[in-house]
């Protein structure tokens, strides 16, 4: 998902025709508010992704993003433009990224708010100890099922209005070997929703 972002951010925001354009589409959704500009992932600063991500899952953002992708698709006439063109569409607009995009966006958020509080020259190691400890506890609640079913249900909405299908692949399972106490009443496979979960959590 963070190529698929950062990509996304160097393809719109790399053009001065596609920002306009990009800025443009906002601007006729919603006059009144200014238009929100892509940022891209930081590999150093919290503060950075959880704005990117944060501005992407709104609608607004990600209804002007997918119509930059398509206007440039159907107006270039550079090929290689054509087919990022098109690998970006293919990655943006699935059910896969916008649940994924809602489950990590709180989880950047939460950390970043702790990451800008310890970094700040007047704290101590008392505040920095409950900090940290906050920040668990937050990413234990973030993970568990009310917080995903909500994550969830956003993403749906989102899938809802874009005419997405709200459903995720079934992904091959790989065969391990079987071992002598392994108990084949006792494996259950899980779900792609589940799977996503445990890999967006961090569970």
């Known amino acids: 998902m963070a190529y698929s972002v950062e990509l996304l951010f160097t393809f719109v925001e790399g053009s001065p025709a596609r920002h306009a354009y990009f800025v443009g589409v906002q601007r006729q959704s919603n006059p009144d508010d200014p238009a929100l500009h892509l940022k891209g992932l930081s590999e ?7 704005n990117s991500l944060r501005r992407l899952a709104t609608e607004r953002v990600y209804h002007a993003v997918m119509a930059t992708i398509e206007h440039v698709s159907s107006t270039t006439t550079d ?31 939460a950390i970043n708010n702790v990451s800008e509080t310890l970094q700040s020259s007047t704290i ?15 990413l234990q609640r973030l993970g568990d099922t009310s917080a995903f079913m909500a994550a969830n ?3 749906t909405e989102l899938a809802r209005k874009f005419d997405i299908d709200a459903e ?4 091959r399972q790989h065969k391990l070997p079987r071992r002598r106490d392994d108990n084949p009443d006792n494996a259950a496979s899980l ?13």
């Open 44 to 50: 150093t600063r919290w503060n950075c992704r959880a």
């Open 79 to 109: 090929g290689s433009v054509r087919g990022t063109a098109a690998g970006l569409l293919l990655s943006v607009s699935n059910y896969k990224f916008l649940v994924s995009l809602q489950l990590l966006t709180p989880i950047m958020e």
């Open 124 to 138: 101590d190691i008392m505040k920095a100890q409950q900090q940290i400890r906050a920040l668990t506890k937050e």
């Open 153 to 155: 249900d956003r993403a």
């Open 168 to 171: 995720l692949p079934v992904e």
């Open 191 to 203: 779900s792609p929703l589940d799977t996503l979960r445990n890999v967006s959590t961090f569970r």
